[in-house]
């Protein structure tokens, strides 16, 4: 069994910055593959970007160049770091491990974008 722990969540206003963090439990990053997901009210559950265990990453096209996913395997820790933000990108942002037909939540932390 897999824990996923988020922090970083909160308010921010509109061209700011925040970085969220992943605590797992357990060294699962040289097998899993990582990834934040948000979910907006009213809205289905998006991928927003993705690191492999071979630190191959991919992003959502609305998030590209403004976000960035990285790990620290010592620290079993994956982190979103979150630049230029909007208000279309408040959402609760969890985070999720995916290895072959396994996959984990989180239990997601809130960030809102509103001035």
């Known amino acids: 069994q897999v824990q996923l722990v988020e922090s970083g969540g909160g308010l921010v206003q509109p061209g700011g910055s925040l970085r969220l963090s992943c605590a797992a439990s357990g060294s699962i990053f040289r097998f899993y593959t990582m990834g934040w997901y948000r979910q907006a009210p009213g809205k289905q559950r998006e991928l927003v970007a993705a690191?492999?265990?071979?630190?191959?990453?991919n992003y959502a096209d609305s998030v590209k160049g403004r976000f960035t996913i990285s790990g620290n395997n010592p620290k079993n820790t994956v982190y979103l770091q979150k630049n230029s933000l909007t208000p279309e990108d408040t959402a609760v942002y969890y985070c999720?491990?995916?290895?072959?037909?396994?996959?984990?939540w989180g239990q997601g932390t809130q960030v809102t974008v509103s001035s």
């Open positions: 690191i492999t265990s071979g630190g191959n990453t």
């Open positions: 999720h491990a995916q290895r072959l037909g396994s996959g984990y």
